[in-house]
């Protein structure tokens, strides 16, 4: 074999060893991607599921802690309290 032969096979034996360790890198890009993908869907989860329980643990605005005579009568005594510290 003639030396530009043998230049050429190196080459050639290189591209190859390139292709490979290209088509090796999109493998793992894959591979991390779909990670990443399912990672970030149980994240999404997780996070949904925190605020559920978030917002349970919070009255809603449906449901006042104090009906309006409730309240009358908190305001009642709120002023009772501050007429007999200003006595």
């Known amino acids: 074999m003639s030396t530009n032969d043998s230049q050429l096979s190196e080459l050639l ?8 360790a290209h088509g090796d890198l999109k493998e ?8 990443l993908e399912a990672t970030t869907a149980e994240l ?8 559920v329980k ?3 643990s919070t ?9 309006a005579a409730d ?3 908190l305001v009642e005594e709120i002023d009772n309290c501050i007429a007999l510290l200003t006595r």
């Open 13 to 20: 034996d290189s591209v190859q060893a390139l292709l490979q």
């Open 28 to 35: 793992q890009h894959r591979l991390l991607k779909e990670k």
């Open 44 to 51: 999404v989860s997780l996070r949904k599921e925190h605020d």
């Open 54 to 56: 978030n917002n349970l």
């Open 59 to 67: 009255p809603s605005a449906e449901s006042p802690a104090l009906d």
């Open 71 to 73: 309240l009358d009568a």
